[in-house]
């Protein structure tokens, strides 16, 4: 990164001479094109490609702001590290594993402490309100229930496939029971309900069992995201149509990467709360970067799926995370939360290694 920043400053320096142009400007400039142009070298994926090249026009279709770099190298970022999930070796992969086991069970801990009231690093910060409250929130070292859910998540079916067994199970099972009894998120049931359903569906070939569990599953989550949902009934339909009459007014260039609460505002007159994000990873992707980006993602999906066909079984548990990822995509932001978007990294590029010899 540092390279990287210093090339674009290099770069930068004769254009900024010129009258008329901004040093920070250009020096931004200059840094998106050469990250740019390093994703198209190194990142093997062309669907990967595509999206990164394409956040790039975005963001100077959008004007180039300022608080838009964030969001264009975010996903520059997240191509490198896919591409780098697809070259990491088994014993590699073996260790990340692991990695993965000692940060699960690092935050489920955590949560033991701020739940005793004992949490040796954060302090209860004031609410909207101006509330203080008596204890931090049980959040891990996230910034609140619904982002550590959809960590956990996401790594709990990988927390199962883990090796000697006995860690694996007993990692999993904190990990559930720190989602369904502590956190209590939409996002986080539903992560257990697919690793659930991924386990009937390999213990239990009966097709009775295995269409039993996947109704029991399916009417829990939505039974949960109706009944008990923590934003409240309607909040997301409510957001979900501002959003599409936005994107009804930018549909193929977007509002801009990171515009949500910048350029444009979301609200709930109810409770007068504004929105940075719409519960939705689809939607944001297209209010943001116009239709080719969730078009080219997915077309990554598809194409990532004709080439799992007959490779679900040896994938493991990469394909019950990858159907937590899609689940809470539709609505919620997994890949706009950083550790998240990480284990989507590790979760595709893992399964772009198994796939990427069959047939597209």
């Not at 702001?65 to 088994?90: K, M, Q």
Request: some cysteine.
């Amino acid at each position: 990164m540092t390279r990287w920043l210093i090339l674009a400053a290099a770069a930068a320096l004769p254009l900024a001479a010129i009258p008329g142009f901004d040093l920070a400007a250009t020096k931004n400039a200059a840094f998106l094109l050469l990250g740019a142009l390093g994703v198209l070298a190194l990142v093997r994926n062309p669907w990967v490609r595509g999206f990164a090249a394409w956040t790039l026009v975005a963001y100077l279709l959008a004007g180039a702001h300022g608080w838009a770099l964030s969001a264009v190298l975010g996903v520059l970022a997240w191509a490198v590290l896919c591409d780098l999930a697809r070259r990491l070796t088994e014993p590699a992969w073996r260790q990340v594993r692991l990695a993965l086991v000692a940060s699960v069970l690092f935050q489920v801990a955590w949560v033991g402490l701020q739940l005793a009231g004992r949490d040796p690093v954060f302090s209860p910060l004031p609410t909207q309100g101006g509330v203080q409250p008596a204890a931090v929130g049980p959040w891990g070292w996230f910034g609140n229930e619904m982002d550590l859910s959809l960590y956990l998540g996401v790594a709990l079916p990988l927390l199962m496939a883990v090796r000697p067994v006995w860690v694996g199970l007993v990692g999993s099972a904190l990990t559930a029971a720190t989602i369904l009894v502590i956190l209590r998120t939409t996002v986080g049931a539903v992560a257990v309900g697919v690793t659930v359903l991924w386990l009937a569906w390999r213990w239990w070939p009966a097709w009775w069992s295995r269409g039993l569990s996947v109704g029991v599953v399916a009417g829990v989550g939505l039974g949960y995201l109706v009944l008990a949902d923590p934003q409240g009934a309607g909040t997301r339909p409510l957001i979900w149509k501002q959003t599409a009459h936005l994107i009804g007014l930018r549909p193929f260039a977007g509002w801009g990467p990171n515009a949500v609460d910048r350029r444009v505002i979301l609200l709930t007159p109810a409770t007068q709360l504004r929105w940075n994000y719409v519960f939705n990873e689809w939607l944001q992707a297209w209010l943001e970067f116009g239709v080719l980006a969730p078009l080219l993602a997915a077309g990554y999906l598809v194409a990532l799926g004709r080439r799992l066909r007959g490779r679900v079984v040896s994938a493991g548990a990469l394909v019950p995370a990858l159907a937590i990822l899609l689940l809470a995509s539709l609505f919620s932001i997994p890949l706009r939360i950083g550790p998240v978007a990480l284990l989507a990294a590790l979760v595709l590029g893992r399964l772009d290694a198994l796939t990427m010899e069959a047939p597209a």
